[in-house]
């Protein structure tokens, strides 16, 4: 199984800076055939279901603002707010999808400072 | 509009069976992946199952191999989990979640996700 750990555990940004959230695999996620990674991005606010933000490592899913971007290849990824906004504060969580079983990070909370 | 809708979930006790639906509207069901995942309290997620768009491919986490099974119904845009030899440790809020396509890897990607259904295991 792709262990994905998440760094750092929690973090606390103030309103209008950047928050920037690392996900590391345990093995690349990166397909050769293609050149594309397989990793997402996802945000979880209290008491709703995950919604997806980024896909390909960083391919914006429609929808989502501008401020989040997500980047890196093979192992090492990272998600960056660029303008943390009050409504960002939630957990967040990468995945891989390259391969069954599909897991995620343990999760990151963003808090505001 | 695009909707996932769970249902089936409640308290059971350790050792008994349940079964999970998600009905799903606002789209071709029959061309996409659908996936189960769960979250227990307090805790982060954990992807369960995933069934191909032709319910030809089935994959599931070790977890619940061999006692939970996903399959769907095309004629009714149902997904279901069913789960036997309950746990304690499979208390969790299940999410019904749908593939962003069929194939190429977008089948393993969710993109849409329903509010989920809490099932509780506890004597």
């Known amino acids: 199984d792709i262990v994905m750990t998440q760094s750092p555990d929690s973090l606390a940004v103030s309103l209008g800076e950047r928050a920037t959230i690392n996900c590391k695999s345990n093995?690349?996620?990166?397909?050769?055939?293609?050149?594309?990674?397989?990793l997402a991005w996802y945000q979880q606010k209290p008491g709703q279901p995950p919604k997806l933000l980024i896909y390909?490592?960083?391919t914006r899913q429609s929808g989502v603002p501008d401020r989040f971007s997500g980047r890196g290849s093979g192992t090492d990824f990272t998600l960056t707010i660029s303008s943390l906004l009050a409504e960002d504060v939630a957990f967040y969580y990468c995945?891989?999808?390259?391969?069954?079983?599909?897991?995620f990070g343990q999760g990151t909370r963003l808090a505001i400072k | 509009q695009v909707r996932l809708v769970e249902s089936g979930g409640g308290v059971v006790q350790p050792g008994t069976s349940l079964r999970l639906s998600c009905a799903a509207s606002?789209?071709?069901?029959?061309?996409?992946?659908m996936h189960w995942v769960r979250q227990a309290p307090g805790k982060g997620l954990e992807w369960v199952a995933v069934?191909?768009?032709?319910?030809?491919?089935?994959h599931y986490v070790d977890s619940v191999k061999g006692r939970f099974t996903i399959s769907r119904d095309s004629s009714r845009s149902t997904v279901y989990l069913q789960m036997k030899s309950l746990r304690a440790e499979d208390s969790a809020v299940y999410y019904c979640?749908?593939?962003?396509?069929?194939?190429?890897?977008?089948?393993?990607?969710?993109?849409?996700w329903g509010q989920g259904s809490l099932v509780i295991v506890s004597s």
């Open positions: 995945q891989q999808y390259y391969s069954a079983p599909i897991t």
């Open positions: 979640a749908k593939g962003a396509g069929h194939e190429g890897g977008y089948d393993y990607l969710q993109n849409l």
């Open positions: 069934i191909s768009n032709d319910g030809k491919s089935i």
């Open positions: 390909w490592a960083s």
């Open positions: 093995q690349s996620v990166l397909y050769s055939s293609n050149n594309k990674n397989y």
């Open positions: 606002g789209f071709i069901f029959s061309s996409y992946a």
